[in-house]
């Protein structure tokens, strides 16, 4: 087993760029039962990480079926290798508690919304339009600032006159959460600049 483990949780966080993570990291890839698709691109990808990466297709419907597959193989990984750093690749929140008690138990294990989180640095040479929405919230009037996710990615597509997609919008809001500009706490934007 690899010194670093990471669950992805690809029902709730679909763009998954892994070429950053260092050859430390072994990949497990869960993808809901009613997932009939993945990006080529994607798979392509991760081909060429070999078998450090594995796929765990989920059985069954349910609610939150995919989080207790997850939850159960990071058991089962921890208690066989204690050692491990584990990280949860999902923007569910749900899955925090276990990941707390889990590190009070001294294992080293916690839930990222973004690979971005890994190295927040890099993003900000790599995504110009991430230092253009820096600065125009910037200077916006604290007030004035989108309170919600759904406000924040209008407000960042009228900052790109519409010309920018979902995935762009995602994207530097992920790096903004990731480099501590904002934190998201029960569904509200919370701005640290």
Known sequence: MS???LLVDFENVQQVDLSRLDDNFHIIVFVGASQKSIPIEMVKNLQSLGNRVAWEKVEGNGSNALD?????HLGRVLERSPQVQCLVLSKDKGFDPLLRHLSRKGLTCRRINSLWELDPKA???EEPGYARVVEILGKSAKK???RKRKTLSACIASIFQKKIDDRNI???IDMLLAGKMISESNNAIVYHF
């Open 68 to 72: 207790f597959f997850i939850a159960c």
């Open 3 to 5: 010194a670093k483990l």
């Open 144 to 146: 004035a600032r989108p």
């Open 170 to 172: 995602d994207r530097i």
């Open 123 to 125: 993003g900000l040479t």
